[in-house]
């Protein structure tokens, strides 16, 4: 089992992700011993706003002693920022704060032999801007490993992972390459072979419905089936071409480990469907795991208390496999 500590960035300071961190700690689920990158006036005000009590242990980032530290206290490296409220509405003010907080984070990940990195939800709007298309690319470029990652939203059951992430629709035919399609499979079945200890049965969803078009050329015929045609011939245990709107019928998914679509919500709105916040999204081939739990800031439930800790909770317990 992997005792190694789980390094976290809190993320956008006005999200829920504090409250479901309290209340995940709650539940003494914790194995690996936790590290927490978050601005100590933040947290303090947080956990005063939702009447939660926990002691904290201030951790410094230069001299971390792995020995000394365990979850009876939350362990913070603190990122100094003032915040005049507990909750404020998202803007770009929290910007620095955030690109110092994963900065730290990447730093620590290269010094330090964590088990893997766990990040609270940000605004793409506001700190990601149109500089990248979410969190996966950002850290794909921080690490140098840009088009050499993939997004996984990991269940236990069945994942999924878009061929595209966060691209409006009238772009996404034009992202669709064999050997994009062709380096995603070899991605998933490299992180499943070392990590989930198995060989992933694949499907792969068309881009039309029901996978044609009234024009002479689609892109299952030019692109995807060339594409699945030349894996299979490398041994690799995939099959498709499917329709999206009958793929994810129990008769149908079951069979499939992972199921890849050619973009974000044709694969997502079923997964989310099918587990809610069961589900969580890893980036894979990154030099370290990097996971989330499955949602956003959700600042429509900002100081209410009623947040799910579901999908952080199978964050924390997959780094115990």
Do not use: W
Not at 172 to 196: A, G, R
């Amino acid at each position: 089992m992997n005792t190694k500590p789980i390094l976290i960035v809190a993320g956008e300071p006005n999200s829920i992700f504090l409250e479901i961190f309290f209340k995940t700690l709650k539940k003494k689920l914790f194995i690996n011993p936790i590290i927490l990158i978050v601005s100590k006036d933040l947290l303090i005000k947080q956990m005063k706003k939702l009447d939660f009590k926990f002691k904290i242990r201030l951790i410094n980032e230069k001299n971390i002693n792995f020995k000394e530290i365990d979850n009876k206290q939350i362990n913070i490296i603190n990122v100094t920022y003032k915040f005049k409220d507990a909750f404020e509405k998202i803007t770009d003010k929290s910007n620095k704060y955030l690109t110092k907080c994963f900065s730290l984070a990447l730093l620590l990940l290269k010094r330090n032999n964590f088990s893997g990195l766990i990040n609270g939800p940000i605004s793409k709007k506001n700190f990601l801007k149109e500089k990248y298309l979410g969190i996966t690319e950002y850290l794909a470029v921080k690490t140098k490993r840009e088009n050499n990652v993939a997004m996984l939203i990991y269940n236990d059951k069945l994942s999924v992972s878009p061929l595209t992430t966060h691209l409006p629709l009238k772009l996404v035919p034009k992202m669709i390459t064999q050997k994009k399609i062709i380096n995603q499979v070899k991605l998933i079945k490299q992180f499943y072979k070392k990590k989930i200890k198995k060989i992933p049965l694949i499907a792969i969803t068309g881009l039309n419905p029901h996978c044609e078009s009234n024009y002479k050329s689609s892109e299952e015929k030019k692109t995807i089936i060339p594409a699945v045609k030349f894996l299979k011939k490398k041994n690799i245990k995939i099959e498709g071409p499917f329709a999206a709107d009958t793929i994810f019928l129990k008769e149908q998914s079951a069979k499939y480990d992972v199921i890849i679509g050619m973009y974000h919500d044709q694969v997502l709105t079923p997964i989310k469907t099918l587990y809610g916040f069961e589900a969580i999204n890893i980036t894979i081939g990154l030099p370290f795991i990097r996971i989330s739990p499955d949602h956003g800031p959700n600042v429509k439930m900002l100081g209410k208390n009623k947040s799910n800790p579901a999908s952080l909770i199978k964050a924390i317990k997959f780094f115990n496999k």
